[in-house]
């Protein structure tokens, strides 16, 4: 008897344990979800079209980053049966945001005493990372040596062409990038989960 009472006890602690382990999995999924949520708002908010040459290296290299995305973090958590605890952008020189969730479920009644009103906390982190490498064009890279004689003004005249900023090496495709046509934000960065 004293052994099926043990076996039974057994089996409710491991249950116990599983529940545990499912609500932090839960928490743990929210947290992602909102981390790459609040990176990928960030991303697609970001307005390059008035970026020079300079400006697209630094962007390019680490240097701008994006507005706060935040907002679509306690989205995404939510959908995901959490509740944002933190949301920040990373300060430590890359370009993204750590979200801390709590879940909305607690663990619940278990043979564990004071289990039932615990919440699982996760936390993760994303990071906006380039798809390319910027190069950028002669001119622009060349120091002038000299005062421009006339400083260009408006648009390029008709049939006129206004000078590439520089190039795109995209996994070794490279794209003239044209200031007037540029590409979509999420075609030259992706949003990926990192460790701290």
Wanted: aromatic fraction near 6%.
């Amino acid at each position: 008897m004293f052994m099926v009472v043990s076996l039974l006890f057994l089996a409710l602690a491991f249950l116990a344990v599983g529940q545990a382990g499912a609500t932090r999995n839960g928490a743990q999924s929210a947290a992602d979800a909102a981390a790459l949520a609040a990176a990928k708002e960030s991303r697609d908010l970001f307005q390059m079209g008035g970026l020079d040459a300079g400006g697209l290296a630094d962007l390019f290299a680490g240097e701008l980053v994006g507005e706060d995305g935040c907002g679509a973090s306690h989205t995404y958590a939510a959908r995901n049966g959490a509740t944002v605890q933190g949301c920040d952008a990373l300060t430590d020189g890359r370009w993204g945001f750590t979200v801390t969730v709590k879940s909305g479920r607690p663990v619940g009644d278990t043979i564990l005493p004071g289990t039932e009103g615990d919440h699982a906390v996760a936390t993760a982190t994303a990071v906006v990372v380039p798809r390319c490498d910027f190069e950028p064009a002669e001119e622009a890279a060349e120091e002038p040596t000299e005062e421009p004689v006339e400083e260009p003004t408006g648009e390029p005249a008709d049939g006129e062409n206004p000078s590439s900023p520089g190039s795109l090496n995209c996994e070794g495709s490279v794209l003239d990038l044209d200031s007037r046509d540029l590409p979509d934000m999420a075609d030259l960065f992706e949003v990926r989960l990192a460790e701290d």
